[in-house]
């Protein structure tokens, strides 16, 4: 074989393996995650949601592999007879993971008293939806919500405690979903809930932690079946 031949085999061969690595090293597809619930995921109370809500934060968290969108809409309730969550924008994000944070703004005695029986069916209802999207059945996570450390706009922190947070446990046991705590944690963190509902920005941070742990509790979880 002559020099110019055997020098553009070569190269070809050089070109063909640098476009086969270039092909391997491309980064996949990142994990989307959507972010769904009221006020305290959408960011109310911090200066910069953009930056320091807790979807934003957990961004920052697990890094490029993923995509968190916040879909947090303030004065939602989990209930559907009140003001119910749209998870209209959440599922047509198709997403791999889903975090559903609803029940502060259910923590009303008098939306309760009314509804509180139809908590359970309608949490369900709200799961079913995501996982008959065709597109793709995600992992989901259920929120305990925050603390309510002042009674604002009629929210008791006695009927989140005593009435939504077990509902919501019985609704991740029989849904087979992942419960994420934002309560527990947060409770010796009250000044930093201004307004004794909304985190802030401190707090919210805290939340994407936990929230960050849970979601690579559950990837390790997987990597061990």
């Known amino acids: ?50 930056k320091e809500s807790y979807p934003a934060v957990l961004q920052q968290l697990l890094g490029d592999n993923y995509k968190v969108l916040n879909f947090g809409v303030g004065g939602r309730t989990l209930l559907r007879k009140q003001d119910p969550y749209s998870i209209g924008n ?36 709200l799961i079913g939806q995501f996982r008959t999207r065709p597109a793709r059945k995600p992992e989901i996570f259920v929120v305990l919500p925050p603390p ?11 009927v989140l ?7 919501i446990r019985q609704v991740a046991q029989e849904n087979g979903v992942t419960v994420i705590d934002f309560n527990a944690p947060m409770r010796e963190f009250g000044g930093e809930f201004p307004d004794g509902v909304h985190p802030n920005a401190a707090a919210a941070a805290k939340l994407a932690e936990i929230a960050a742990q849970a979601i690579r509790a559950a990837e390790v979880l997987k990597q061990d079946q």
């Open 148 to 158: 309510i450390f002042a009674e604002r706009w009629q929210l008791r922190d006695e």
């Open 90 to 125: 959440g599922l047509n994000a198709n997403p791999d993971i889903v975090i559903i944070a609803l029940g502060t703004n259910d923590a009303r005695e008098e939306t309760w008293k009314k509804f509180g029986a139809e908590f359970v069916g309608d949490y369900s209802n």
């Open 161 to 167: 405690n005593e009435k939504i947070i077990p509902a």
């Open 1 to 50: 074989m002559k020099w110019g031949k055997r020098l553009l085999v070569l190269f070809c061969s050089a070109l063909f393996a640098g476009i086969v690595c270039a092909a391997d090293a491309a980064p996949e597809k990142p994990i989307v995650v959507a972010c769904c619930g009221d006020s305290i995921t959408q960011g109310v109370g911090v200066s910069k949601p953009e």
